[in-house]
Structure formats: C-alpha cells, structure tokens
C-alpha cells in the first residue's frame, strides 16, 4: 500500500503550489507500468484531503499506456507488461510512456 | 469590448489552472541522490536485498557478516514493520546494526537511510547492506540511493514470482536463488524460475544459493566483491 503515501505527496505537493488558495481540482497522469493503483489512491484521496487545501477537491486520473521503441529494429510498440517482447523477437527496448507518476495540473479557486 | 471579455476570460482561466508537471516521487529521488552521493564519496558499497517475506535474507546477512567480515567493514539497516528481532541476529553476527521500525509502511524510504547512516557512520570503503521489509511490491518504487537490488527468492516460493512480480525483478541487479538445498524436497524448477527472471530482466545475474550450507555463496560474494570494486574505482 504504497498508495498512501503518494497520495499524501499528491496532497503535500498541491497544497504547496496552491500557496494558500483553494484546490477544487487535481489532474494526475499515471503511466500503466508506473507500480501504482491508481483505485488506491482513489481510494485514500478523500481522507487524506479532509482539513486541507484540497478538502473536497476532484481527483481526475488519466491513465497512460506503455510504449517502447524496439532498440533491435526500431518499431514502436504498445507494452501491456512491463515484459512484452517486441514482434521481431527483441526485448531490448527504450520504454517511451508507461511510467509516469505526476501531478499534471491544478485547479485552484480564484483569488479573491 | 466583446473582445475584452473573452480575453479576460481566458486570462482568469489561465490563473486557476496550474500546470505542476511536478513528479509524485521528486522528493524521495532527490533524497535518495544524496545518499548515492554519500556513499560514492566514501567509496561504500550499499546493497538494497528485497524479496518476499521469510525467503532468508536475514540468515544470507549473518552469513555474509561471518564471511566477508573480514575483507571490508559491514554495517547492516533493517527494515521491518515491527520487531527488533532482526537487528539482534546481526548484532549477533558481528556487524553494526541499526533497525528502522516502519510501522505501517511496507517498504523504506531514503530519508530513513540517510537517518541510518547517521547513526551508523559507516567508514571508507565500507559496506552498508539494506535489508528491506519484506515485500515484493513497494520497496520497487522507491531508490534509496543504493549500488544495486538484490532480489532474494526462496525455492519454496513459485517459479512464476518474477513474472508476478515483474517491478522488483526489473528493478534488481542480481537475484538470488536461496534454499536451493532444499529442491530436492520440492516441486520448484529451478531453470523456469531462472527463465522467468530473464524474461522480465534479461541482464538479471542469478545465483542459486543455500544460506545454510553454504552452496554457492562463493559465487555470490564474487559478485558483492565486483560491486565493491566498481564503486572503488568510478570517479566521484
């Protein structure tokens, strides 16, 4: 459960850029080989919010497919696991997309 | 003014939203720097031995203490929910020990080791070997500023935990194979787990290992012993 954790970065860090301004909405981007459940931090968001700035805010999750660039032939390809093969046979790759772990945006209440 | 309008909508718009691109775990990296840089700076060779829980890393440590003990200081950081039982068998093995209860977190982070090292003061040319919390999930995510992951799976597990696990086993420098005195006794198959393991890591190292009677340590240790050269000999 190394998603409580994270979660309370993602909370750490917006609270942070908020600079004390209200966050009614957070947009992360969450590779699909990134190690993470993205429900547990659903999961855990609202309670790890509760008394912050970002009580009660919106938690989007975009969800990003892997891809990696085939270093024997060069072919760009989708890569479900983190141990798919390319189709010329090569496991021998630079992974492109998959693994991110970010906080993209934020969406803070306007300044008064 | 229409044209006011909408661009003071806009401008209002670009205000709320704030692009952080920030990375969840930028802390924890940059913590973990700090120490690869400590350590490389002190020519120390840090080992991070993750695996499952109960797959003997503690025995492989209290081996690796007896036997390497006199070749290079041995300092050891355990990491366990809870208990001091560990730190006692490697105090008792003879190295110096410092336990990082993690209470409910399964796996440590790099700010604990910096904590650790503090305390432990390990020398010149020294070793730090990291027991983690036995865990094949999270300890993966985290760098704590190590050489390399040791990955530790006992023949008493599945021959498919590479392939279930595949985040640690890619995450691993070398995995070790332990109880291998015990496949007679078992069912496990030993080439599908070292095949496994390759799938997922094609550069893995794999020993096949018994803490207890000692079979193939020998091989292991060469290994440790290349690490500990290489970290001698890159620049700092």
Redesign the interface.
């Known amino acids: 459960m190394h998603e409580l954790g994270i979660t309370r970065n993602v909370v750490a860090i917006a609270s942070e850029a908020a600079q004390g301004r209200r966050v009614l909405k957070v947009t992360l981007e969450v590779g699909r080989l990134s190690g993470v459940m993205t429900e547990a931090i659903r999961f855990c968001f609202d309670t790890v919010a509760e008394g912050t700035a970002l009580d009660g805010a919106e938690l989007e999750i975009r969800e990003i497919d892997a891809q990696a660039r085939c270093l024997a032939c060069g072919t760009v390809y989708a890569m479900p696991t983190l141990f798919t093969a390319c189709a010329c046979g090569s496991r021998e790759c630079e992974r492109l997309a998959g693994e991110e772990l970010k906080i993209k945006t934020i969406e803070l209440e306007e300044a008064a | 003014m229409h044209g006011y309008a909408h661009d003071h909508a806009a401008k209002?718009e670009q205000?709320?939203?704030?692009?952080?691109?920030?990375?969840?775990?930028a802390?924890n990296d940059a913590l973990a720097e700090r120490n690869r840089a400590w350590f490389r700076g002190r020519e120390i060779l840090a080992l991070n031995l993750v695996s499952s829980p109960g797959s003997g890393k503690t025995t492989l440590l209290e081996r690796a203490i007896r036997d390497l003990g006199s070749e290079a200081f041995i300092a050891v950081i355990e990491g366990d929910q809870a208990t001091v039982n560990d730190s006692e068998r490697i105090r008792a093995a003879g190295a110096p020990c410092v336990q990082v209860n993690t209470g409910t977190?399964?796996?440590l982070?790099a700010d604990m080791i910096a904590r650790g090292l503090a305390e432990l003061k390990p020398p010149v040319g020294s070793m730090v070997l990291i027991e983690n919390v036995g865990n094949l999930?999270?300890p993966?995510?985290?760098d704590l500023g190590e050489h390399a992951k040791v990955a530790i799976l006992s023949v008493t597990e599945g021959e498919d935990k590479p392939?279930k696990y595949?985040?640690m086993f890619?995450a691993s420098r070398a995995v070790l194979l332990n109880k291998i005195d015990l496949v007679p006794h078992l069912d496990f198959d030993v080439e599908k787990a070292v095949e496994n393991a390759r799938?997922?890591?094609?550069d893995i190292a794999v020993f096949r290992v018994s803490a207890r009677t000692g079979e193939g340590l020998a091989a292991w240790y060469g290994w440790v012993r290349e690490q500990a050269a290489a970290v001698r000999a890159s620049p700092f």
């Open positions: 209002s205000e709320t939203i704030v692009t952080l691109e920030a990375r969840l775990l802390k977190g399964c796996h982070e999930v999270c993966a995510l985290f392939l595949p985040h890619q799938v997922v890591n094609p």
